[in-house]
């Protein structure tokens, strides 16, 4: 039961830092390490290789909804879609899955996802 309660509360503590980053791994045209780094309502997915940004999106986070609307980047994704993802703490990470996302580029990449905290 103590399990249950930290892992939500978790959850709001993420929505009310203003910086915090993660670390994980998405399959693009091959397997690229990625931090996602949220700043305020922006969040910058940004290749760890060479620190290029390779999408910037405008985030919310409720609860252990996270929506992703994308601002400009490499992606096919119309800036007018809005994805969403259910976010969940497990003892190996943050875990990212789809619930819904008109942009294949993004729910491909970022379903099934799991991302370890960058200090």
Not at 63 to 83: A, F, H, P, V, W
Request: contains cysteine; negative net charge.
């Amino acid at each position: 039961m103590f399990v249950i309660l930290v892992s939500f509360a978790f959850i709001p503590a993420i929505a009310q830092q203003t910086h915090f980053k993660w670390k994980g791994t998405l399959n693009l045209d091959s397997p690229t390490d990625i931090i996602l780094d949220f700043t305020n309502d922006i969040c910058d997915a940004i290749r760890i290789a060479d620190s290029q940004s390779l999408e910037t999106m405008h985030y919310t986070l409720s609860d252990t909804l996270l929506t992703l609307q994308k601002i400009t980047g490499g992606s096919e994704c119309d800036s007018s879609s809005i994805g969403k993802y259910k976010i969940e703490k497990k003892d190996d990470g943050l875990h990212i899955t789809l619930i819904s996302d008109d942009c294949d580029d993004r729910s491909n990449a970022l379903d099934n996802t799991i991302w370890t905290k960058e200090e």
